[in-house]
Structures are given as structure tokens and as C-alpha cells.
């Protein structure tokens, strides 16, 4: 069964830091560009960050350039993205998946969501 569970969540003050994890079963992610995407109350789910194993090029939104890093551990089958410098705007529901179609970074481009972990940044 292919499943991702996201974790590392939380209530956090604006200029903090929270690191998130996204564990992947029932696939190996190295065979995918493995994406993050958050989505807030009453907006549609944006693009975050990608990241390419076999050339480990990353690609960042420019909301988060400089203050998100995207990483991953294929031993552990695992996505990380961590986040600094955290603003009240990154408030979201964050969300990691896979990519199953070419083209964009686009929602409809990914597959095999997870359930997001929420994370909350207070001013």
C-alpha cells in the first residue's frame, strides 16, 4: 500500500524554525521527484519545493528560497524540508508527495498525499 505520512508540525513564533519530515511505504522514492506543498484556509495548494535524486537539484517557490531547505534520505525513505526563518504567512497545512506526472509543479502533477501536518506561525 503506498502511503506518506508527514510529520514535525507545530505552533511556532514568527523567525523560528520547524523541520519537517514525510515518511514514504510502498514505494521507493528514489524513483520519484518528491515534492512539498502547503495549503492554507480558503486557498488552493501551492508548490513549496522539489527535489531530483538523480542530480540532487532542488527547486524552491520563491516565497521560501533562502529559508527552506528540501533534503532526503533514501536509506531511510524519507523527505525532509526545513524550514527557517518561519512568517506568519507560511501558516499551512504542509504536504508531501510524489511526482507522477511531467511538467509543472503543480498539484495535479503529484501523487500518493499525504494527510499534511499543520503548522502554525505566530507574530
Known amino acids: 500500500q503506498v502511503q506518506l505520512v508527514e510529520s514535525g508540525g507545530g505552533l511556532v513564533q514568527a523567525g523560528g524554525s520547524l523541520r519537517l519530515s514525510c515518511v514514504a511505504s510502498?514505494?521507493?522514492?528514489?524513483?520519484?521527484?518528491m515534492g512539498w506543498f502547503r495549503q492554507a484556509p480558503g486557498r488552493e495548494r501551492e508548490f513549496v519545493s522539489r527535489?531530483?535524486?538523480?542530480?540532487?537539484?532542488?527547486y524552491y517557490s520563491d516565497f521560501v528560497r533562502g529559508r527552506f531547505t528540501i533534503s532526503g534520505d533514501s536509506a531511510k525513505n524519507t523527505v525532509y524540508l526545513q524550514m527557517n526563518g518561519l512568517k506568519p504567512e507560511d501558516t499551512a497545512v504542509y504536504y508531501c508527495?510524489?511526482?507522477?506526472?511531467?511538467?509543472?509543479?503543480?498539484?495535479?502533477?503529484?501523487?500518493?498525499w499525504g494527510q499534511g501536518t499543520q503548522v502554525t506561525v505566530s507574530s
Open positions: 510502498g514505494f521507493t522514492i528514489r524513483h520519484y521527484d
Open positions: 527535489i531530483l535524486w538523480n542530480s540532487g537539484q532542488t
Open positions: 508527495a510524489a511526482k507522477v506526472v511531467s511538467g509543472a509543479d503543480k498539484a495535479t502533477s503529484y501523487g500518493f
